[in-house]
T-cell receptor, first 111, second 114 residues
Framework: GQQVMQIPQYQHVQEGEDFTTYCNSS?????IQWYKQRPGGHPVFLIQ?????EVKKQKRLTFQFGEAKKNSSLHITATQTTDVGTYFC???????????FGTGTQLKVEL | NAGVTQTPKFQVLKTGQSMTLQCAQD?????MSWYRQDPGMGLRLIHY???????DQGEVPNGYNVSRSTTEDFPLRLLSAAPSQTSVYFC?????????????FGAGSRLTVL
């Protein structure tokens, strides 16, 4: 079945440093979504990418979808303590609603 | 607008006991799903439903049953709990259709099986 891997599993940064997490799928995706889960909370939707090579920005967050639609990345510029949490990618394939989640990257930001 | 409501938030069971995790949504979403979250494993799909009366298995369905008698409710049943089912369970829903599969999650149910 479809597998979605994320690296790194953990990342500690100093506040103000940049952060990137990478997501790779074993199969071609129809869309990819990113979610953020704060400690003790539930995943919350951030963004969806559907086009090959698509790049979207949300303030300090930049999301990319690979040309082959099998990989994606999330880059945070100048991290803040409010960025702390676990970031998940989730891939959709075919026309259905099922999403396969990546293993997540836990981000810790130190002052 | 409550969104996705899960109950209970916490539950402790003994091995072999049965229980039902409740999930209800008020957004008229056709698609509903259950995930379990374990450290280092991400979110794994247990069962899902694309509408009332229709359910299907996800990645890790063994030991769990579901039903979907109404659009709003999607309960998850553990028939005979095992320690391996200790986890945090999330219910999530979305609309149907291309590009519409953005999930809204409930707050989660933390289950411990002794």
């Amino acid at each position: 079945g479809q597998q979605v891997m994320q690296i790194p599993q953990y990342q500690h940064v100093q506040e103000g440093e940049d952060f990137t997490t990478y997501c790779n799928s074993s199969t071609t995706l129809s869309n990819i979504q990113w979610y953020k889960q704060r400690p003790g909370g539930h995943p919350v939707f951030l963004i969806q990418l559907v086009k090959s090579g698509e790049v979207k920005k949300q303030k300090r967050l930049t999301f990319q979808f690979g040309e082959a639609k099998k990989n994606s990345s999330l880059h945070i510029t100048a991290t803040q303590t409010t960025d702390v949490g676990t970031y998940f990618c989730a891939g959709g394939a075919g026309g259905g609603n099922k999403l396969t989640f990546g293993t997540g990257t836990q981000l810790k930001v130190e002052l | 607008n409550a969104g996705v409501t899960q109950t209970p938030k916490f539950q402790v069971l003994k091995t072999g006991q049965s229980m039902t995790l409740q999930c209800a949504q008020d957004m008229n979403h056709e698609y509903m799903s259950w995930y379990r979250q374990d450290p280092g494993m991400g979110l794994r799909l247990i069962h899902y439903s694309v509408g009332a009366g229709i359910t299907d298995q996800g990645e890790v369905p063994n030991g769990y049953n579901v039903s979907r008698s109404t659009t709003e409710d999607f309960p998850l049943r553990l028939l005979s709990a095992a320690p391996s089912q200790t986890s945090v369970y999330f219910c999530a829903s979305s609309r149907q259709g291309p590009g519409a599969n953005v999930l809204t999650f409930g707050a989660g149910s933390r289950l411990t099986v002794l």
